[in-house]
């Protein structure tokens, strides 16, 4: 009997210490030095506390709980320094692909990146389209005139279109022989029933400023299909028209906005200032370039009571000659605008010659009576900034879908 109690002490031994052991991890020691007769009381929290100590300065044990990451939305109030833009932060899994929104405000997700092959005959295309641009030069009617500073917004309470005419700077106008000129603008507003206005006039200078503000009463939705061209007229020895711009309100909104205007020669011809709205995408695998005709928008009413409908026509240049012709289908305009959202795959003749696209925007009344409102041209070697980013970021993306705005041009 007295070996079998003599087992079960060792048996308990052992296990206890194999706890002790298992535990050492989480288990702070602290030794308290013995009190000393001269010390007196320290309040009451550390008297207790210090009441509950061994007395002979013998080691306590602290078993400390296992801890668990986790996060608490922080109170605006308690940390003012912390941005109020700033709404959600983000817990990554261990594989780095799956983040958690610990708020509603903002969702992020990952998103894989596409490795996309190119033949090598595309780059030397690239090459050739590209070289192109070292032979454009500005001709005498592309020459800087200046440029116009204008303010835009739009009240929707009072339903008005507010538009500031700020300054010119950097004017460099034909001098005609004249040693004092005066200049004004006028502008017009191109809805259904153009708005027309005029500033006061003013002495020419390299820069000159006007400050002038003028309001309209007109529906957002309308303005937004419209445009705003404001024409640079001189008045010595006869009144004349000597520059231009013009300026989208698509972006028209409650928030007043900036706009510095480049100024261009006027069109000798009459064109239109309808906008069309085109998307590109360069296919080398395929052998092709994608063209949409999205939408039309500040389309001219018609001037008489026959019905008027619209179309496009798109031509590919390559070789110095018309690869191919395409041509959506004719649609009548509502409130200034014509949705086509058509595609359109126009094959290469070869992947080393650079091409280049003519879009045509065309009127037809009811009597079938056709007429060209102008054009847009893509390539290296158009007239219009805009068209040119938006071609050379076509080539030097494939597979990328650009869309852009563009005004028309003289056919």
């Keep these: 009997m007295v070996a079998v109690m003599e087992c079960l002490k060792n048996c308990c031994k052992n296990f206890m210490r194999k706890k002790e052991k298992e535990q050492e991890t989480q288990v702070i020691t602290m030794k308290i030095p013995p009190n000393k007769p001269d010390e007196g009381r320290r309040g009451v929290t550390e008297d207790y506390l210090l009441s509950k100590l061994p007395p002979d300065g013998r080691e306590v044990p602290f078993v400390l709980p296992t801890f668990k990451a986790s996060y608490i939305q922080p109170r ?59 032979s454009i030069t500005l001709s005498g009617d592309e020459r800087e005139l200046g440029k116009v500073c204008v303010q835009l917004s739009y009240q929707e309470a009072l339903e008005q279109v507010w538009i500031t005419l700020v300054q010119c700077s950097d004017l460099n106008l034909p001098s005609d022989g004249v040693e004092q ?46 445009a705003l061209v404001l024409r640079l007229q ?135 009576r056709k007429q060209c409102l102008g054009q847009v041209h893509l390539g290296f070697d158009s007239s219009a900034p805009d068209a040119v980013d938006q071609w050379k970021d076509t080539m030097a993306h494939p597979e990328k879908v650009v869309s852009a705005w563009h005004h028309l041009s003289a056919p």
């Design 234 to 368: 001189t008045y010595t020895p006869r009144k004349r028209t000597v520059a231009e711009c013009v300026l989208s309100l698509r972006q028209l909104s409650p928030q007043e906005t900036q706009h510095c205007l480049d100024l261009h020669p006027p069109s000798k011809s009459s064109v239109c200032h309808s906008e069309l709205h085109l998307a590109t995408c360069f296919q080398p695998v395929n052998g092709r370039i994608q063209v949409q005709i999205l939408a039309a928008q500040n389309l001219p009413a018609s001037s008489s009571p026959l019905t008027q409908a619209f179309f496009v026509k798109v031509e590919m240049h390559q070789m110095d000659r018309v690869v191919m012709k395409k041509k959506t289908r004719v649609m009548k305009a509502s409130g200034g605008q014509c949705q086509w959202a058509e595609t359109f795959y126009f094959l290469l003749a070869a992947l080393d010659h650079a091409c280049s696209l003519s879009i045509k925007l065309y009127s037809r009344s009811s009597v079938r």
């Design 76 to 134: 605006g109030s308690r940390f003012p320094n912390l941005q109020s833009g700033l709404q959600s932060m983000y817990q990554q899994t261990q594989n780095n692909t799956m983040p958690i929104c610990l708020s509603f405000r903002m969702h992020i997700y990952p998103v894989s990146l596409n490795i996309l092959y190119v033949p090598s005959s595309t780059s030397s295309m690239k090459d050739s389209v590209e070289s192109s641009l070292e």
């Design 181 to 226: 000129q005066k200049i004004s603008f006028k502008g017009i507003i191109t809805t259904g029933k153009p708005i027309q206005f005029k500033t006061s006039v003013k002495e020419y200078h390299q820069d000159v400023t006007f400050m002038e503000t003028f309001v309209f009463a007109l529906r957002l939705q309308q303005l937004r299909c419209s």
